[in-house]
């Protein structure tokens, strides 16, 4: 079955940083892949999509990338500020897929 | 535009009792999702209603159901309630079309089972 493994639970980094966050699957080969923001106590907030036949998308100090060998997508913020302190949401699917969640990497960024 | 809206927020039963929650999905979206989210397994899918069809189903026992009303609302149920069926269910409404890209969460019942 398919399965998706975002790169660790926790990840610290100083204010104005990058940071990169990493999703992996197997067993799967999804027409989409979506990034979502959760913040806790609420439901994720979409972020970016981005389609198999597309290597990379900006939106803002957001981007991501789309490897379908690899089989894999990064996610990175640049000049991060505390507020984009959060948990960071892979999934994949869309369209008539269904969407399937990681289990989500959380980023502290420290002033 | 309104967002989607879930109710209640918060719930509690017991083992042994069934419970419907409730979804409004954001207007003129035609696909809600529903997910259970808890700590030990992320946000785990449900199922998938378009167009009072269920569209896709995920791997949870025949306990949890789902409908879709001409509206658009949709409700889930869980009968005979478990202890480990305590989590937050969230739903998501997506597109006013056959392809649901992104989706746009409510703000979850949590649902606690004693």
């Known amino acids: 079955s398919q399965k998706i493994e975002q790169n660790s639970e926790a990840l610290n980094i100083q204010e104005g940083k990058t940071a990169t966050l990493t999703c992996n699957y197997t067993n799967y080969s999804p027409a989409y892949l979506q990034w979502y923001r959760q913040d806790p106590g609420r439901g994720p907030v979409f972020l970016l999509l981005i389609r198999e036949n597309e290597k990379e998308k900006r939106k803002e100090r957001l981007k991501v990338t789309f490897d379908t060998t690899l089989k894999q997508s990064l996610f990175h913020i640049t000049a991060s500020q505390p507020a984009d302190s959060a948990t960071y949401l892979c999934?994949?699917?869309?369209?008539?897929?269904?969407?399937?969640f990681g289990t989500g990497t959380k980023l502290q960024v420290i002033p | 535009k309104a967002g989607v809206t879930q109710t209640p927020r918060y719930l509690i039963k017991t083992r042994g009792q069934q419970v419907t929650l409730s979804c409004s999905p954001i207007?003129?979206?035609?696909?809600v999702s529903w997910y259970q989210q808890t700590p030990g397994q992320g946000l785990q899918f449900l199922f998938e209603y378009f167009s009072e069809t269920q569209r896709n189903k995920g791997n949870f026992p025949g306990r949890f159901s789902g409908r879709q009303f001409s509206n658009s609302r949709s409700e889930m149920n869980v009968s005979t309630l478990e202890l480990g069926d305590s989590a937050l269910y969230l739903c998501?409404?997506?597109?006013?079309?056959?392809?649901?890209?992104?989706?746009?969460f409510g703000p979850g019942t949590r649902l606690t089972v004693t």
């Open positions: 998501a409404s997506s597109s006013p079309t056959a392809l649901a890209y992104e989706q746009y």
């Open positions: 207007s003129g979206h035609r696909s």
């Open positions: 999934a994949l699917g869309g369209g008539y897929q269904k969407v399937t």
